[in-house]
């Protein structure tokens, strides 16, 4: 505007009645997350790690769309992808680790549901239906079943946030208009909140899971910094495991224990921030 | 003026924003409202926008906390800049509704010589920030870039945040996990 701002009283009433407005609308934009018992789905892990077990041995590849099943469909033994030249099936561990058998991420072997991302898998290359590298507009419009697409919150126009009631929130980011990176949950961090209504990766890993368990699913993964400081001192620590195809990324909370966003993209640190 | 506490109640402020404390919100509003009210009056084209620019500004932040990731100390660069892009969000749906084609300059930013002006009631606060933040304000909101690039161009990673909000968020989890108990 051409004219001055407001000085005095004029500026603090200018001041009052959009402070008054915030607060009001804060609960509507982002209602406070619900706290759940922490409950980590001990049978399903310990099928998971069966499954990916198996699964390590192959490699990443894609699943089409026309997999999707309903929610009650059992899992199809013949999706499984043939192992792909161009992939290893497992990183090379470095002589510290483990004489484990590395187990690593595959892509979306097993069926899911496009409206529950409970059922969906995280790959190096998928986050469900998302697939890194593709078009962004195109993969993004395969959200709307299961999320709301929240366009106002962030004026970044090369990202997305999406929201579910009872999940976490989902962030596609757009580089020259193909998918370059989804982060998955960005709730407080010591919420142990939709661990279960969560993408997990084939092994089970995802929100809610504790870097004891990470380490035990892939003894490969390794430590790629942190934000704020090591976790000891209150920072975030970035624990990831990678393959030809990217990078997985699960960022502690603040208890130093448990993820609380999962970062899947070709750099293995997430955004400093998503909306500037 | 920005003094030297307060920078260092950004960080802190981020994470009980991040933790979902409305208080906080309200701390945040108090502490920035009037900066961004007067870099919006700067950019906006009547009062009834300068509201909408700062509220949702103000709710950006709420809404993004736990997202983001400061490289410096202060907040205030991240909001100025946040305020500018739905500013140029608020032009494009206005002229949205003002015609069916866009003019052709819409997405151009504004010349040197407009920007600067932009800033002309916000300068003080500006040049009371540290220098990386002086330098993150200069490079968005003169020169046009997204604060990611701002960062990238600076040299400031993820891992280069202070010690400082690593020592806040030290404090604040304590105190989060003693209510927990």
Known sequence: MNTEPPLGDDFQRLLVGMKRSVLDRADDVRPRPVRHRHV????????????????GAYAVGLVPHDLFLAPTA?????????????????????????????????STAKPFSIDDPGTWTTSFREVGPIALGAPYVG???????????DNESCPNPNVSFWHRTGSVELVVENTDGVVSGVSIGLVSPTDPSYRTTAPTTAEGAGIGSTLAQLKTLYPDIENTGNYGGSGADGGFEYWSIHSADGYITFVLGADNSHVGQ?????????PSEFCG | MTDPEDRDDDARLLVRLALGDKA??????????PTVTRYAWAIAPSRMDVEELVQDTLLTLWQKAAAIELPTESLLPWLLVVCRNHARNLRRRQARAE??????????????????????????????????????????????????????????????????????RTRLKKAVMHDEH
């Open chain 1, 40 to 55: 980590w789905p001990v049978v399903g892990l310990v099928a998971l790690l069966a499954v990916g077990s198996v699964s």
């Open chain 1, 262 to 270: 999962v970062w899947v993209a070709a750099t293995p640190q997430p």
């Open chain 1, 139 to 149: 993969e993004i419009d395969d959200l709307t079943s299961a999320y709301t697409r």
């Open chain 1, 74 to 106: 059992a899992p199809s033994p013949t999706v499984s992808e043939p192992p792909s030249p161009s992939t290893p099936a497992a990183e090379t561990p470095p002589a510290s680790s483990p004489a484990t058998r590395s187990v690593t991420p595959t």
């Open chain 2, 99 to 168: 015609s069916d084609s866009l003019p052709d300059d819409l997405e151009a930013p504004p010349a040197a010589e407009e920007a600067r002006e932009h800033l002309r009631w916000v300068r003080a606060e500006i040049d009371a920030l540290p220098t990386l933040d002086r330098r993150i304000c200069e490079l968005c909101l003169l020169e046009g870039r997204s604060y990611s690039e701002a960062a990238t161009i600076l040299g400031l990673s993820v891992g280069a945040v202070t010690k400082r909000v690593s020592r806040s």
């Open chain 2, 24 to 33: 906080a919100l309200a701390v945040a509003f108090d502490r920035f409202a």
